[in-house]
């Protein structure tokens, strides 16, 4: 595992996509996951900017979006769809997505799912980290073989998804997600952590016990982990480049 410890979600977005761009002029057929959420933001405005400048291209790129909600409009407001025909401009070749409005959660579950496997394993899957230590929509609890599925969505990840929803009551109840053992396959591994909400969660995932408590502790089975935090959420790492 490679921890890199920067001084701010600026920072954090340029070294993010520092490594984004430079495996894609590796590889630029690349099979990316893409996460939704805050921490990735900055790093989609960086790429779209060095997209813009022609320093980085992502025109034979695939990208799978590596969770989504179910149970509503394709595209409604709080939706990942909706995030990202808002806030990833890049011109990918083809981004998948789950449906969230697909009539049966399991059959639109098999579809994606044949789709990884055809295209996959992912290249570079790029994550988040949830409050409460998930990876994409792999709540606590989730087994470390898992695969793509629909889940049930935990409150702490409902209620961060309130105000986009425009109240608890409006988030679904279900998710479905790549599973832990799909993000365990991809070739590498990015994980992305910034503020202090994320300090503790973050230590726990990374130093801590290998548990299905923390679904993002199973990384640490990742052989190729790059982990970037700002200070932070680096903050309760004993020796952050550790
Ligand atoms: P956030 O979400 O980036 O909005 O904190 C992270 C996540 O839930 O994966």
Same mark, same amino acid.
């Given at each position: 595992m490679r921890i890199i410890s920067v001084r701010d979600a600026a920072g954090l977005s340029r070294m993010a996509a520092d490594i984004v761009a430079s495996l894609v002029s590796e590889r630029p057929d690349a099979v990316l996951g893409l996460p939704t959420g805050d921490t990735p933001l900055g790093l989609y405005s960086e790429l779209a900017k060095r997209e813009r400048a022609g %320093? %980085?291209?992502? !025109? $034979?790129v695939m990208a799978f979006a590596v969770d989504e909600f179910y149970g509503?409009? #394709?595209?409604?407001?709080?939706?990942n769809a909706a995030y990202f025909a808002a806030r990833v401009t890049l011109g990918v070749k083809e981004l998948h997505q789950f449906r !969230? /409005? *697909?009539? /049966?959660p399991d059959a639109e579950c098999r579809r994606f799912a044949a789709l990884l496997l055809s295209h996959g394993p992912l290249d570079l899957v790029i994550l988040g980290i949830g409050a409460?230590?998930? +990876? *994409?929509?792999?709540? &606590?609890? =989730?087994?470390? /073989?898992? $695969?793509t599925r629909p889940v049930k969505l935990s409150a702490v990840t409902r209620r961060a998804h309130s105000r986009a929803f425009g109240g608890i009551a409006l988030v679904p109840r279900t998710g479905l997600t790549i599973g832990v053992a799909d993000i365990l396959e991809a070739r590498r591994a990015l994980l992305l952590a910034s503020g202090r909400r994320k300090a503790q969660v973050l230590a726990r995932a990374l130093?801590? &016990? +290998?548990?299905t408590d923390v679904?993002? =502790? *199973?990384? #640490?089975?990742?052989?190729d982990l790059t982990v970037v935090a700002d200070r932070a959420a680096a903050a309760m790492l004993d020796d952050p480049e550790g």
């Amino acid at each position: 595992m490679r921890i890199i410890s920067v001084r701010d979600a600026a920072g954090l977005s340029r070294m993010a996509a520092d490594i984004v761009a430079s495996l894609v002029s590796e590889r630029p057929d690349a099979v990316l996951g893409l996460p939704t959420g805050d921490t990735p933001l900055g790093l989609y405005s960086e790429l779209a900017k060095r997209e813009r400048a022609g %320093a %980085a291209g992502f !025109s $034979r790129v695939m990208a799978f979006a590596v969770d989504e909600f179910y149970g509503v409009l #394709q595209g409604a407001p709080g939706t990942n769809a909706a995030y990202f025909a808002a806030r990833v401009t890049l011109g990918v070749k083809e981004l998948h997505q789950f449906r !969230s /409005d *697909a009539p /049966d959660p399991d059959a639109e579950c098999r579809r994606f799912a044949a789709l990884l496997l055809s295209h996959g394993p992912l290249d570079l899957v790029i994550l988040g980290i949830g409050a409460n230590g998930h +990876i *994409a929509f792999n709540e &606590p609890g =989730s087994p470390f /073989d898992s $695969r793509t599925r629909p889940v049930k969505l935990s409150a702490v990840t409902r209620r961060a998804h309130s105000r986009a929803f425009g109240g608890i009551a409006l988030v679904p109840r279900t998710g479905l997600t790549i599973g832990v053992a799909d993000i365990l396959e991809a070739r590498r591994a990015l994980l992305l952590a910034s503020g202090r909400r994320k300090a503790q969660v973050l230590a726990r995932a990374l130093r801590g &016990p +290998i548990t299905t408590d923390v679904p993002a =502790s *199973a990384l #640490q089975l990742h052989p190729d982990l790059t982990v970037v935090a700002d200070r932070a959420a680096a903050a309760m790492l004993d020796d952050p480049e550790g």
